[in-house]
């Protein structure tokens, strides 16, 4: 399955400065494979060194950090000499050696020809947390900054798949068709539903390869079920294994609240969902740990809708929302029925809100935001793109209520307000109604509105 992300991986190949590439995400999202994918066809040869499964090669960074005395080193247990001009050189579970992640910067100094990628599973969390280094490089307790190499690597998002990947694998010809869309009209009826069809099913398998690629090959929705829930025991295991200082059972009992949390009314984020009289000052490292290991994501209410949103974060008002759709789907115990049969129930609109949220990352100046006056009168998201702030209405029917959101658009009239709903595409002025499928693609789709 290709991923679009390979397009900012090959710009990164072909740059002349180019530095070591860190791939961000979270576990299962397809770090490994793409590194793995990518060098085999773009590089002569691709040496791979997991610092997980090769405890070994920890060492040979134990007591150099020169590239010239590692380099021969990782050639020899390579099998093959790695020639540096033509090869590439994975690091793998690089959380697992911080004397390697901080050898990235002598790579880049002293060896720039070299290209080298680097990813880890909750490489956020451990680069945000202090600790020591035993003697093996390998991370350990105590109160020293794991060394980071900033401004001496590239960073790079890798996220679930998006719709428009999803629908690539799924349908190749229909992608085709998906991405020749430009105009604000109106889709054909017979596009338009075999869209949506494509979107209720993706709002059952979410962005997960792993997952998505089960469905491609079996189409078995028990077996994603199953998969779904492996991956969610996965991540409750991680945060067992890597909490740290912070207190595994918090972290548990915020992860688990995501549903209730989403479920309510009011979608902000209530300390006393969690456990009565529990406080911020309890759960706040709970929340920083999850939201650094990217299993969630953290959005935040505006003071007022006005450029830029950054300035107008209220910073102790916000909302969590899972990292896929699938997953959350999976955690809340919906089956696929009730989304193939456009079932209404009440957790579809939490559950379309994530789905958008996850559609929107990447592609917005900053995060997106949501702006709430008061706890019954919000507009579910406000984005950024470039200078001009976008109001957003989510609707997971075909419902058309939303009265905050139509009395800003109707007071202020802002150049574009978008409303993500089932309905076909139509604008009228700087409104637009945009299909949920063509969430993706919400910057073609500000070009087109005038």
């Known amino acids: 399955m290709r991923r679009d992300v390979e397009t900012k991986m090959l710009v990164w190949k072909k740059r002349k400065d180019r530095k070591p590439l860190v791939l961000m995400g979270a576990r299962q999202v397809g770090k490994t494979w793409l590194m793995h994918d990518f060098g085999t066809r773009h590089f002569a040869h691709v040496h791979e060194f997991n610092f997980d499964g090769q405890k070994d090669v920890a060492q040979f960074f134990r007591d150099t950090e020169e590239p ?34 901080n ?35 390998d991370a350990g307790g105590g109160g020293t900054p794991v060394s980071y190499p900033v401004g001496k690597v590239e960073l790079l998002d ?19 068709y998906y991405e020749s869309v430009s105009e604000m009209e109106p889709l054909p ?24 690629a089960d469905y491609l090959a079996n ?7 199953k998969m ?18 912070v207190d595994a059972a918090k972290i548990l009992v915020v992860l688990r609240a995501i549903v209730p949390q989403l479920a309510k009314d009011n979608e902000k984020f209530v300390y006393g969902v969690l456990r009565d009289g529990a406080r911020a000052r309890g759960y706040e490292d709970a929340i920083e740990w999850l939201v650094s290991a990217r299993m ?13 949103l950054a300035a107008r974060e209220v910073r102790n008002a916000f909302k969590l929302y899972h990292l896929d759709v699938g997953l959350l789907r999976e955690m809340a115990g919906i089956p696929q029925s ?29 995060p997106a935001r949501y702006y709430s006056k008061r706890a019954d009168r919000e507009i579910d998201f406000v984005v950024q793109l470039g200078d001009q702030v976008v109001p957003i209405e989510v609707k997971a029917g075909r419902d058309k209520k939303g009265a905050t959101f139509k009395s800003y658009v109707k007071e202020k009239k802002p150049p574009l307000a978008v409303r993500f709903s089932r309905r076909n595409l139509r604008k009228d002025g700087g409104f637009a109604n945009v299909p949920l499928y063509l969430a993706p693609r919400l910057c073609q789709i500000a070009k087109a509105t005038p």
């Open 68 to 101: 010239g005395e590692i380099l021969p080193k990782l050639s020899a247990l390579s099998g093959r000499k790695i020639d540096i001009a033509r090869d590439v050189v994975v690091f793998d579970e690089v959380q697992e050696c911080p004397a390697a992640l």
């Open 103 to 137: 050898s990235l910067k002598y790579f880049r100094e002293k060896c720039p020809a070299l290209a080298l990628m680097a990813a880890g599973s909750l490489l956020g969390v451990r680069l945000g947390k202090k600790r020591g280094r035993n003697r093996d490089g």
């Open 158 to 176: 890798v996220e679930p798949m998006d719709f428009g990947e999803f629908l690539k694998a799924c349908n190749a010809p229909l992608h085709d």
């Open 189 to 212: 009826d017979i596009f338009h539903r075999k869209l949506l069809d494509a979107y209720d099913t993706y709002l059952f398998t979410g962005g997960m390869p792993e997952v998505v």
């Open 219 to 225: 189409g078995d929705p028990e077996s994603v079920r």
């Open 228 to 245: 779904q829930r492996d991956l969610i025991t996965l991540y409750e295991d991680d945060i067992v294994k890597y909490n740290g200082a």
């Open 296 to 308: 969630v994501r953290r959005i935040h209410n505006l003071s007022a809708l006005q450029f830029p």
């Open 338 to 366: 009730s989304l193939v049969t456009d079932a209404d129930f009440d957790f579809k609109g939490p559950l379309v809100e994530n789905y958008v949220l996850q559609q929107l990352f990447g592609r917005t100046e900053g």
